[in-house]
């Protein structure tokens, strides 16, 4: 079984930048993508970012320009990072792995973004 931990949350203002982590416990090769979902009060879901293990990024249109996928393989970490963040950015932010035998995959325990002056 694999843990995903997510660091990296945090208050930051409007503009600012933060880089969150995803460090999963032990390498799993039946997952093939990592991705970055966030979910704000009131709202469903939404996948922001994905990295598949090709480390091919894809990116939500409302992150486009703004947000960085990236991962360190020996590390066994994803990160995101974010910046000229935006208020509507603020929710909490969950790293996800789907396996090919299993598309729900690990989540993570999800880590808070707010962004607010």
């Known amino acids: 079984q694999v843990q995903l931990v997510e660091s990296g949350g945090g208050l930051v203002q409007p503009g600012g930048s933060l880089r969150l982590s995803c460090a999963a416990s032990v390498r799993d090769s039946s997952i093939f993508s990592t991705g970055w979902w966030r979910q704000a009060p009131g709202k469903q879901r939404e996948l922001v970012a994905t990295?598949?293990?090709?480390?091919?990024?894809w990116y939500a249109d409302s992150v486009k320009g703004r947000f960085t996928i990236s991962r360190d393989i020996a590390k066994n970490t994803v990160y995101l990072q974010m910046n000229s963040l935006k208020p509507e950015d603020t929710a909490v932010y969950y790293c996800?792995?789907?396996?090919?035998?299993?598309?729900?995959?690990?989540w993570g325990q999800g880590t808070q973004v707010t962004v607010s002056s």
């Open positions: 996800n792995a789907p396996r090919y035998s299993d598309p729900n995959g690990y």
């Open positions: 990295i598949t293990s090709h480390g091919t990024p």
